[in-house]
Structure formats: structure tokens, C-alpha cells
């Protein structure tokens, strides 16, 4: 089974030793994904809401380019620094994943890689059709 290795150009991709997304066979796997950009500044300073959107965002381009869309994806896993912005990091899910509605799960951490991160976020997809 061939694995196709998908990239975003996030800052800690090749520090770290990963890939963003990993397709193999009808399986994609998004690694945890924040509102990092290229440079290593993080989007959406203090909004809750605008870094998880920012998530999605690059998630979605990972999801394409391994020929999946949001019907494809069945868990979401969103870590969160502060569990009282729930609704803020829940409204971007719902905005992204509204018809899909996979197995989701949100925990609040102690700590992400930035501390400027507020919300990191794995996505798992099958592709069955």
C-alpha cells in the first residue's frame, strides 16, 4: 500500500519529523494542526474562534490534497488550552463539519507547542466512496 506524505510548509514540520496529513489506502491521517503560519507566527492572536477556523482551514487543504473532503472525515480530536472558550472552538467545528458530524472529542491541555496557541486539532477521514 502506498503512503502519500502531505505538507503544509508548517514551521515545525521538518524540525519535528512529520507530515501534515498521511494517506494510505483509503485512510487520511491530519496530524495536529494549529493556526502556526509559515513563518512560525500564530494566526489569530487571542481569538478562540479564529485560530480554530484557521485550523480547519489548513486541515480542509490537507484533506484535498489526499482526495478527501469533510464527508469523508469520521473523528476529530481538538485539544484546547481553556475548556471555558468551548463554544468559540465548537462553533468552527460545527462551521466546517456540520453535515459530516464525526466522532469528536475536545480536552482542555495544559499546554501547546506556542503558548500563544490556544487550539490544536487531528483529524482522521475515510474515503469509502
Known amino acids: 500500500m502506498a503512503r502519500q506524505l502531505i505538507s503544509s510548509g508548517g514551521p515545525f514540520e521538518d524540525v519535528v519529523g512529520y507530515s501534515r496529513a498521511v494517506r494510505t489506502g483509503n485512510h487520511v491521517y491530519v496530524s495536529g494542526t494549529t493556526s502556526a503560519m509559515p513563518d512560525g507566527t500564530v494566526y489569530g492572536d487571542n481569538d478562540a474562534y479564529a485560530q480554530a477556523k484557521r485550523c480547519f482551514e489548513i486541515i480542509e487543504k ?63 477521514a475515510v474515503i469509502d466512496d
Open 62 to 124: 490537507a484533506l484535498a490534497e489526499a482526495g478527501a473532503t469533510w464527508d469523508h472525515v469520521v473523528r476529530t480530536r481538538m485539544f484546547v488550552t481553556d475548556i471555558g472558550r468551548w463554544e468559540d472552538f465548537a462553533k468552527a467545528h460545527r462551521e466546517f463539519l456540520k453535515w459530516a458530524k464525526p466522532a469528536a472529542t475536545m480536552v482542555q491541555v495544559a499546554a501547546l507547542i506556542d503558548p500563544r496557541m490556544l487550539v490544536e486539532i487531528e483529524v482522521d
